[in-house]
């Protein structure tokens, strides 16, 4: 796969409510343009960075490409270089697996070497690589620079309202997972913000949802379930522009019919999203904050 310096895509105060909750997630339009519809912007949706074994390429014709399995972790897939970091443009890669760990991608050939070898040809032996991160927006205009060092180690990028918001997975390390956001400038080379969140390896992978909130505000929210201790939410609001955090809410979530459920949600189809609390048993809604004055603040509901 090609690689080089410099790659252009196409592609506050705080507060803390500890009460039993469980969170919902919902699609967001993009400020300004009233649509609850457009795709909701979570990582959960799209790939991020791992190891693949690849085992052959083609030049990308335009016809459907043969989607990858979880069900089947070792049944072979195609995925599209242009929608890679490090990918060729106008490339197809068919590849075996996809993992966090480099030992497990290691494994993985190993089997492919031994007991696959009817998936690949000698004048193209499969071997253990990176396809980098997911380029996530399709036609973006923003600049991937790899000079910046955030970059590369992504495990994806997304341009949305004239900046790059690329997330990256530190995996395990020292007892703990952490999760950052950057939002990079359009040029590709100034960090504005960086959000964060850590999370013990014991729990599972934190996902992130991005929301638009103003031209210049976004909020991140960070989830992951803990063994035996339900889901943690942590919902971060930036000025990136000012380069300023201006409000958190972290929650910690349960579960049963009295659970009070966090969601963010476009409620009056306005583009700008609302944090709807409601009752999980019932759906009776309790609270709801809406953006006013550069905050999130609690509105009277009926």
Not at 22 to 45: K, N
Not at 109 to 138: D, H, I, Q
Not at 178 to 197: A, F, H, Q
Not at 271 to 283: M, R
Request: hydrophobic share 30%; with cysteine; net charge neutral.
């Amino acid at each position: 796969m090609t690689s080089g310096n410099e790659r252009t895509s196409r592609v506050s105060p705080v507060g803390r409510w500890t009460l039993s909750t469980v969170c919902a997630l919902v699609a967001l339009g993009a400020p300004g343009q009233g649509r609850a519809d457009e795709a909701r912007l979570c990582d959960s949706d799209w790939d991020g960075q791992s190891f693949i074994v690849q085992i052959g390429k083609r030049k990308n014709d335009g016809k459907p490409l043969q989607p990858y399995d979880p069900s089947q972790p070792m049944a072979p897939y195609e995925l599209p270089g242009d929608r890679y970091l490090f990918g060729e443009r106008g490339k197809v890669y068919r590849a075996i697996g996809r993992f966090s760990d480099r030992k497990e991608g290691e494994e993985a050939l190993r089997k492919v070497e031994t007991e696959m070898t009817y998936l690949y040809t000698n004048s193209y032996p499969p071997f253990l690589t990176s396809p980098g991160a997911y380029l996530v927006t399709e036609s973006p205009i923003c600049k991937i620079d790899r000079r910046n060092p955030v970059i590369d180690p992504s495990s994806w990028i997304l341009e949305k309202n004239g900046v790059l918001l690329v997330g990256t997975d530190t995996g395990c390390t020292g007892g703990k997972r952490t999760k950052k956001v950057t939002v990079v400038s359009c040029d590709g080379m100034k960090n504005l913000v960086t959000d964060s969140v850590a999370a013990s390896c014991e729990s599972n992978r934190v996902n992130t949802c991005i929301y638009p909130v103003a031209p210049d505000v976004f909020a991140f929210e960070h989830y992951y379930s803990q063994p035996g201790s339900g889901t943690e939410v942590r919902l971060r609001i930036y000025d990136v522009r000012k380069k300023k955090r201006l409000q958190s809410i972290d929650r910690s979530n349960d579960d049963g019919p009295d659970t009070e459920l966090m969601k963010v949600k476009d409620v009056d189809n306005d583009g700008i999203p609302e944090i709807v609390f409601s009752i999980a048993g019932s759906g009776e809604q309790t609270s709801m904050l809406k953006w006013r004055k550069g905050k999130f603040l609690e509105v009277k509901t009926p």
